[in-house]
């Protein structure tokens, strides 16, 4: 079993930047395929990227192409949201997950494993 912890969330204005962390402990962080979520006020929890178990293959949702980057560590058991050019749409709390041996594309909660609780990300226009 492995947890989840969010960090680096907060409140930024249009067109900054944010680095989420997600540090996961427990064994066998390569095992997991890890992704991004985030859930807006009033809204389903959507897919924002994934990111495959040794890193090289990223899977990004439309609406963060080029703006965002997924990143990780295996050594260090985390894995990275670099947010650069923050919209006012982008305001939601972000998720990480985790998902067992599993593929990069993989869209729904209940296709990830395990998740955290969550950081609140708010962008002021």
């Known amino acids: 079993q492995v947890q989840l912890v969010e960090s680096g969330g907060g409140l930024v204005q249009a067109g900054g930047s944010l680095r989420l962390s997600c540090a996961a402990s427990?064994?066998?962080?390569?095992?997991?395929?890890m992704g991004w979520f985030r859930q807006a006020p009033g809204k389903e929890r959507e897919f924002v990227v994934a990111?495959?178990?040794?890193?090289?293959?990223?899977n990004y949702a439309d609406s963060v192409k080029g703006r965002f980057t997924i990143s990780r560590d295996n050594a260090k058991n985390t894995v990275y949201l670099q947010m650069n050019n923050l919209k006012p749409e982008d305001t939601a709390v972000y998720y990480c997950?985790?998902?067992?041996?599993?593929?990069?594309?993989?869209?729904?909660?209940?296709?990830?494993?395990?998740w955290g609780q969550g950081t609140q990300v708010t962008v002021s226009s």
């Open positions: 997950a985790g998902r067992l041996w599993g593929s990069i594309y993989a869209y729904t909660r209940a296709e990830y494993d395990y």
């Open positions: 427990g064994r066998a962080f390569s095992r997991y395929a």
């Open positions: 990111i495959s178990r040794s890193g090289d293959i990223t």
